[in-house]
């Protein structure tokens, strides 16, 4: 099992930026990557970015390139998702999750363990 805990969220103005931290623990050797996911009301979840833990390669969706980065602290067990010039669009609850398979995945089926989600609010 592999326990997530994310943090950071919070009401933004358009344009803004936000970081959110999510924190790994338990049996965290059976990670092989990290992604963070959104869901919108009355809208699917939707993958976001994800990051190997090796750090060696990240995807983003083509919603947030350029914007947003993920990056992870393999020491400290934690993975970010730093959000840059947001739009109200990006408002949703940000879910971070693990794959403990090859290869970097984009489906949230992928994913076997969840955190209980953060809300973004980002006003116009």
């Known amino acids: 099992q592999v326990q997530l805990v994310e943090s950071g969220g919070g009401l933004v103005q358009a344009g803004g930026s936000l970081r959110l931290s999510c924190a790994a623990s338990?049996?965290?050797?059976?990670?092989?990557?990290m992604g963070w996911f959104r869901q919108a009301p009355g809208k699917e979840r939707e993958f976001v970015a994800a990051i190997t833990w090796s750090g060696g390669r990240e995807d983003y969706a083509p919603s947030v390139k350029g914007r947003f980065t993920i990056s992870r602290d393999n020491g400290k067990n934690m993975v970010y998702l730093q959000m840059n010039s947001l739009k109200p669009e990006d408002t949703a609850v940000y879910y971070c999750a693990v794959d403990r398979t090859y290869p970097l995945s984009h489906s949230s089926a992928e994913y076997d363990y969840w955190g209980q989600g953060i809300q973004v609010t980002v006003s116009s």
């Open positions: 338990g049996r965290t050797w059976r990670i092989y990557a």
